[in-house]
């Protein structure tokens, strides 16, 4: 039966699940298994004193629920009496704040008491004070059990100052790995931040839309303060990466960050790759933006606006449980290849559509204007973990994939198809004979366009988390830009 713990001693339990089915039949010996994790401290600029801005190990966070001050520990106890059942109600999740520093207090006021958190997590104690020798484990009450710590690569285990009898076996092999496995698949208290994290960066997206439709922005500056503000004023004080407003030719550039420059005095459009996190949670929405042409797309922009949706749509149709992240890449070179034939940018003089799709594929062309990967694992990070438990692959229409394990029920992803005009990354085909070079000259000031949703994946299919109000199509975003239709 699954679990109907409490947020976040549900993810112990998931997690000691994970870790005891990780290294069969080895990992189901009665054990004592005892978890160290080391919260993150606040850190400062280097030969400074300006403090950078705190944000919480991501594993940390996931076991704690995220509320902890800085320099917290967290350990996790579970005496296995062998097998694979668990039982759960013998896993203590315990949290450790820091002891109360008066010079601290002075600067930075009190910090939460155990009783403040406690009414806002459910683990098993919230304690005050703690060091590495306080945290080494204690005998186990099953006096015959071996213990083993398990910690994180990045952190040192707790250490005793007197050898024990029982002497605890320290591991860093197999936490870690268990903590991608239990992250991707979200619960239901984690898909609930996550929707409120996209219903808050819909809005500004859809607020951005409206006010560079009214004229009111002017430069990439105003529109990520603008974006910014909307998400900071309803709460959500950090963004889930750094966003991407790119007007023109800038966004051709994936992650193109400067968003410093004023919009171009020619029609093109404004790329907004954008997300704001609530309660350590991502989104990672982009959309797309008519600029100088009375809010309408050209006629080069709807088109590959247009094409950019179809991939998307496209993608849509695989997405469900045990869907393959890779043939869904594949799809969108297929789906991009078609529409440039369509559109005559790319030509192949014989054969069938079918053989024409084949041999610009094998050639590699598509990546110049597709180049990254249709999506990604969304959760506490915006790359979230777990999606390569074996490493990238080489093949170069599947290399930038970071999701390589079958989808699932619970997992979040991102489904960005994009196309580009971008001269770098077109430079090694400049002499393509499937590219119609002078068409293709004509579409250059588009610069690029990528169209990202959220999607869970459920048990038939998914929930786009991505509110449907939230404009996407060329019609859809003319709507609120052109309210009156006509440029
Ligand atoms: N915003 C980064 C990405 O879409 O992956
Ligand atoms: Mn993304
Ligand atoms: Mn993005």
């Known amino acids: 039966m699954a679990s109907t713990a409490p947020y976040p ?30 919260g993150s401290k606040v850190e400062c600029r280097h030969d400074s004193d300006r403090e950078l801005p705190f944000e919480q190990e991501r594993n940390f966070s996931w076991l ?10 967290l350990t996790i106890s579970y005496e296995h009496e062998g097998g694979e059942a668990i ?9 450790w704040l820091p002891e109360v520093d008066e010079a601290e207090v002075m600067w930075m006021g009190m910090p ?19 060091s590495r020798h306080s945290l080494y484990p204690p005998p186990p009450k099953n006096r015959n059990l071996e213990t083993i710590i398990h910690h994180l690569p990045f952190t040192k285990p ?56 009214k004229g009111a922005i002017k430069d990439e500056n105003a529109a990520e303060a603008e974006f910014v503000a909307y998400c900071r004023r309803r709460g959500s004080k950090i963004q889930a990466y750094s966003s991407i407003v790119a007007a023109g ?19 093109t459009l404004l790329l907004v790759d954008a997300g704001c996190e609530w309660q350590d949670y991502a989104s990672d929405i982009t959309r797309v933006i008519p600029i100088g042409n009375g809010g309408k797309f050209t006629k080069e922009c709807a088109e590959i606006v247009t094409l950019v949706c179809e991939m998307q749509d496209a993608a849509f149709k695989l997405i469900k449980p045990n869907a393959n992240w890779e043939d869904v890449q594949l799809l969108m070179h297929d789906v991009l290849i078609r529409g440039f034939l369509k559109l005559g940018l790319f ?15 094998a050639s590699g062309l598509s990546s110049a204007f597709y180049p990254h990967a249709v999506g990604h694992l969304l959760g506490l990070d915006t790359h979230d973990v777990g999606g390569l438990p074996e490493g990238r692959s080489t093949d170069p229409l599947l ?30 085909f400049k002499n393509s004979e499937f590219v119609n070079h002078e068409l293709l000259a004509k579409y250059l000031y588009v610069g690029g366009v990528r169209i990202e949703d959220n999607l869970l994946i459920t048990k038939d299919g998914f929930e786009n988390l991505t509110p449907s109000w939230l404009p996407r199509t060329v019609e859809e975003v003319e709507a609120v830009t052109c309210p009156t239709g006509s440029a």
Not at 64 to 73: D, N, Y
Not at 347 to 361: A, R
Not at 400 to 419: D, M, Q, S, W
């Open 9 to 38: 001693l549900l993810h112990s339990h998931l997690l000691i699940k994970r870790l005891i089915s990780l290294n069969k039949p080895s990992s189901l010996r009665p054990a004592r298994h005892y978890i160290f994790l080391e």
């Open 249 to 267: 030719k800038s966004a051709g550039t994936l992650h193109y960050v400067a968003n410093d420059q004023p919009f171009p005095t020619e029609p």
């Open 347 to 361: 030509v192949v003089p014989e054969g069938s559509e079918d053989e024409k799709v084949e041999k610009i594929k």
């Open 399 to 428: 290399r930038y994939l970071r999701l390589r394990v079958p989808l699932e029920e619970g997992f979040v992803v991102t489904v960005e198809p994009g196309c580009y005009f971008n001269e770098f990354l077109f430079a090694p």
């Open 112 to 130: 939460p008491t155990p009783s403040e958190i406690g009414q806002k997590i459910h683990v098993t104690a919230i304690h005050q004070g703690w």
């Open 64 to 73: 704690s629920g995220g509320v902890a001050p800085p320099h917290s520990a």
């Open 87 to 95: 039982n759960e109600d013998a896993i203590e999740t315990r949290l």
């Open 158 to 213: 707790p250490t005793s100052i007197a050898a024990q009898i029982n002497a605890p076996i320290p591991t860093s092999e197999y936490l870690l790995k268990a903590l991608h496995e239990a992250r991707r698949n979200k619960t239901k208290v984690e898909i609930e931040k996550m929707k409120k994290a996209n219903e808050l960066s819909s809005g500004a997206h859809k607020y951005l839309m409206e006010l560079v439709g």
